[in-house]
């Protein structure tokens, strides 16, 4: 075992090196953590996963200055969903027209620069946070994979492949679905049986014309052709298949395109990305147990239906990275670090209901059909369009942060100053923010003890509703002042920042 005379040899090994893995050992890196990153792939996933970060990814990005490298890949905002657009996106494949959707909701308007979702591929978000780990210094292995590893009350030993062992002082699992860090340590992993088989896959189709454009849904399943040429999609309702990891053929895209479109297409040739999947929903009870943490994928599992597991990892990993760079550095208060589960565990049961949902209105009988119709209608109108809007952005996600005004616990308004910055530009070194919009000493005077914690933001904001914010790294208000009253606030300084 590798020892220094001061201690373990990083303070964090993060297992995974895909969106979720980099955008925690980000976070970590920015609050001056050592952290390692152990990655068995030698080079990126390519593979088509992924296709959108929603709004609360999008806001993390833009906290982060991160979010003008997303619109780079964006020119000419082709792939911002919001006003215009004809279709928001789609609950089991039924359209919701962006029509109906009402902007001037409160939690959709005024909600700054990323509309309601961006449609940026995962192998680019990837890239982006890649990066921005290299300039933080945070060291990337990739080719080297964690084996095993022996956790105790001070820290972790991890076993790397062909690389020795490494002393850490915790272990943060963001190695997917099938996770060996959750299982090694243990986690419960409850939910429910996979009953479909989805294949994927970017293929030459001879006959292509006879298929229909969008989503059909048959006895058979579900197929979708397009809008990309040559992209096929397939759902079977027939169990699992027998071995997800083997290679897809042609000659198995071409039999489930045949048996669910019923259509004699010939497909030639695989030409891009061809994957599986199955609606095996699984969570960990728990996203922690000691010194070893969960992220992700690992904590969760659910089909890709409605694209909400990047945007769902995403969400965990900039909750945890403040939280465990606090309790790194030795400040945090007591039981800082349990409010990761009990503020995401919420989130994540929410996201595999509603994947759940997608496929119960999948099925090819008669009852699914209906039930179909029923939802169809409702998407259709402005509560119903603007409540899937609300949702798949992410800004429906509250966590219970106490009583008072409506913002606590809600993410942070994009909230403008009259000099025309934006909140997000002051929180680019992942600090707490106290805003003080109403040159009030007071509100000073209780952050100067918290200097190395805090950053104190003073301005004014026409119309912003409020005098006061203390808003978290993670972008949520731990408290507001509507009068400039500042009741609560050293009760809330107390309780995200600890003791002074």
Same mark, same amino acid.
């Given at each position: ?17 895909? !969106?979720?893995?980099?955008? %925690? =050992? ?14 068995? #792939?030698?080079?990126? +996933?390519?593979?088509?996963? =992924? ?31 919001? !006003? ?25 308007? &005024? ?38 590893? +022996? ?12 690389? @020795?062992?490494?002393?850490? @002082? ?19 992993? /409850? ?15 001879? &006959? ?18 397009? /809008? ?11 169990? /699992? ?40 929903? #699984? ?30 990892? %995403? ?20 039981? *800082? ?31 699914? #059909? ?9 998407? @259709?109108?402005?509560?119903?369009? $603007? ?15 106490? +009583?008072?005004?409506? *913002?606590?616990?809600?993410?942070? !308004? ?6 025309? $910055? ?9 600090? $707490? ?30 119309? =912003? ?8 790294? +993670? ?26």
């Amino acid at each position: 075992m590798s020892m220094n005379d001061t201690g373990p040899d990083y303070d964090v090994l993060v297992a995974g090196a895909g !969106p979720v893995g980099l955008m %925690l =050992a980000t976070e970590l890196g920015l609050a001056g953590v050592r952290v390692l990153v152990a990655e068995r #792939r030698e080079e990126p +996933d390519t593979a088509v996963k =992924a296709g959108a970060i929603n709004t609360a990814s999008a806001e993390a990005f833009e906290r982060r200055g991160l979010l003008p490298a997303v619109e780079a890949l964006l020119p000419d905002r082709s792939g911002a969903a919001g !006003p215009g657009r004809p279709s928001v996106g789609h609950f089991g494949g039924i359209q919701v027209p962006a029509g109906p959707v009402d902007e001037e909701d409160p939690e959709l308007r &005024g909600r700054g620069r990323a509309g309601w979702y961006l449609q940026v591929p995962q192998v680019e978000v990837e890239r982006i946070l890649g990066r921005r780990a290299a300039e933080l210094g945070v060291e990337v292995r990739r080719g080297v994979e964690v084996r095993g590893f +022996d956790a105790d009350e001070t820290g972790v030993t991890v076993h790397l492949d062909g690389r @020795g062992d490494v002393r850490v @002082g915790w272990l943060v699992g963001c190695d997917g679905g099938r996770s060996l860090v959750r299982r090694l340590a243990g986690f419960e992993f /409850p939910g429910t049986d996979p009953r479909i088989t989805g294949r994927h896959a970017v293929v030459t189709v001879e &006959g292509a014309e006879r298929l229909g454009r969008g989503w059909q849904y048959t006895p058979a399943g579900v197929y979708v052709h397009g /809008p990309m040429p040559g992209r096929v999609r397939t759902v079977e309702f027939d169990g /699992p298949p027998a071995d997800r990891d083997a290679p897809v053929t042609v000659a198995e895209i071409e039999a489930s395109l045949r048996r669910v479109s019923g259509v004699d297409v010939r497909v030639t040739e695989v030409i891009g990305s061809a994957g599986r999947y199955t609606d095996n929903a #699984r969570q960990a009870t728990t996203y922690r147990r000691g010194r070893v943490l969960l992220c992700g994928d690992a904590a969760h599992v659910h089909s890709p239906f409605g694209g909400q597991g990047l945007n769902l990892g %995403l969400g965990d990993a900039v909750n945890l990275g403040w939280k465990l760079a606090a309790t790194v550095r030795g400040w945090a208060p007591e039981g *800082l670090l349990d409010t990761y589960t009990g503020e995401r565990h919420p989130i994540g049961a929410w996201v595999l209901d509603w994947t759940r949902a997608q496929v119960a209105v999948m099925r090819g009988d008669a009852d699914s #059909r209906a039930l179909r119709g029923v939802v169809s209608d409702f998407l @259709g109108t402005r509560d119903g369009a $603007t409540y899937y809007v609300k949702r798949i952005s992410g800004l429906w996600q509250r966590y219970d942060l106490g +009583d008072g005004h409506p *913002l606590v616990g809600s993410a942070v !308004p994009g909230l403008r100053f009259d000099d025309g $910055t934006r909140l997000a530009d002051h929180a680019h070194e992942g600090r $707490t923010l106290l805003v003080d919009l109403a040159g009030d000493d007071r509100l000073a005077a209780l952050a100067e003890p918290y200097a190395g914690r805090l950053t104190l933001v003073r301005g004014s904001s026409a119309g =912003a509703g409020v005098s006061g914010l203390l808003v978290r790294p +993670d972008g949520f208000v731990a408290w507001a002042s509507a009068d400039g009253d500042p009741a609560g606030l050293e009760t809330a300084l107390t309780r995200w920042l600890g003791v002074a």
